[in-house]
């Protein structure tokens, strides 16, 4: 059964950093396109960043994440990682992390992915 599990999240102030890990079952990352999501109540679910494990490919889809995100993968251990550093109150979400096994690049619209992790809740506050 193919299947992603989130963890990392947590209430942190703004600032403080935060390390998100999304551990897939049931397939290796060799040739998955990895993304991770966010979402807030009464928006619509935004890509955050993406990660084709084919290449190493990676993108950022939200300007204010750039430069404070980063997303990995460590492919001997079959997990991908987002680490977020000086975390901000608009950075406050559920995240989500999801796979796509069909194609090899990466895109940053969660209608693209099928596979989805339960979500993880980052809130930032003083």
């Known amino acids: 059964q193919l299947q992603l599990v989130e963890s990392g999240g947590g209430l942190v102030q703004p600032g403080g950093s935060l390390r998100l890990s999304c551990a897939p079952s049931?397939?290796?990352?060799?040739?998955?396109?990895i993304g991770w999501f966010r979402q807030v109540p009464g928006k619509e679910r935004e890509g955050v960043s993406c990660?084709?494990?084919?290449?190493?490919?990676?993108?950022y889809y939200v300007d204010s994440v750039k430069g404070r995100f980063t997303i990995s993968t460590d492919n001997a251990k079959n997990m991908v990682y987002l680490q977020m550093n000086s975390l901000k109150p608009e950075d406050t979400a559920v995240y989500y992390c999801?796979?796509?096994?069909?194609?090899?690049?990466?895109?940053?619209?969660?209608?693209?992915?099928?596979?989805w992790g339960q979500g993880t809740q980052v809130t930032v506050s003083s």
């Open positions: 999801a796979a796509d096994l069909r194609y090899p690049y990466c895109s940053g619209s969660p209608g693209r992915y099928d596979y």
């Open positions: 990660i084709s494990s084919s290449d190493g490919t990676t993108y």
């Open positions: 049931g397939f290796t990352l060799d040739y998955a396109v």
